[in-house]
């Protein structure tokens, strides 16, 4: 994942050297838990691009989302599945109620 970063943040012009570590959070937050338990059958990789957009990325530098699982792997009801991150409140925002209107994880 992170030399696949690393190709995009080069293609798009910038320093493909940045430690990730280092680029600044969006200062709001939202953590989405899961609603049941189960294996995490799909992300639909064009919405969770959509909602990071919504929330601000790419102009905004710390906007966007952490998968904290992934496809394949098991999940608790009420586990993180993503945290959402963004400099705009109102951005966060409309981020989580596209989240709410769509299924973006699909877990069964």
Request: avoid cysteine; proline fraction near 2%; hydrophobic fraction near 30%.
């Given at each position: 994942a992170l030399?696949?970063?690393k190709e995009i943040i080069s293609a798009q012009g910038g320093?493909?050297?940045i430690d990730p570590d280092s680029i600044p959070l969006g200062r709001y937050r939202k953590i989405i838990r899961s609603a049941s338990s189960?294996?995490?059958?799909?992300?639909?990789?064009?919405l969770v691009s959509r909602i990071a957009r919504v929330a601000g990325a790419p102009l905004d530098k710390?906007?966007?989302?952490?998968?904290?699982?992934?496809r394949g792997q098991?999940?608790?009801?009420g586990e993180p599945l993503m945290t959402?991150?963004?400099?705009?409140?109102?951005?966060l925002s409309?981020?989580?109620k596209m989240?709410?209107?769509k299924k973006t994880v699909f877990v069964k």
């Open positions: 030399k696949k970063m320093n493909p050297e189960g294996l995490i059958r799909h992300v639909d990789n064009r710390g906007a966007g989302l952490y998968l904290h699982k992934h098991m999940v608790k009801k959402l991150y963004s400099n705009n409140r109102d951005r409309f981020s989580v989240l709410d209107e």
